[in-house]
């Protein structure tokens, strides 16, 4: 490899792997709960429900509105599904 090849990727890699502090003002941290947690949670929510007589669907549903865990309990019906979510 030339050395003034070399020297931009070196040059690249350095900018990129030390961003300048204003760069991380604009990183955001988001919260979201683990695929183990989100199963448990609408696995207790149907059941819960199942033991006051309610036939349901339980989803959790992230921060961009994509569903992470849904669970349609015993004798649920259809429309429960876009209910849930």
Do not use: W
Request: hydrophobic residues 50%.
């Amino acid at each position: 490899m030339k050395k003034p090849a070399a020297a931009t990727l070196c040059a690249a890699g350095f900018v990129f792997a030390n961003p300048l502090p204003a760069f991380a003002q604009d990183v955001l941290t988001t919260h979201r709960l683990s695929a183990a947690l989100a199963a448990e949670a609408v696995g207790e929510a149907v059941a819960t429900c199942a033991k006051q007589g309610y036939k349901v669907t339980a989803a959790i549903v992230d921060t961009d509105g994509v569903t992470q865990a849904l669970l349609r309990g015993d004798g649920a019906s259809m429309t429960t599904l876009p209910a849930a979510r």
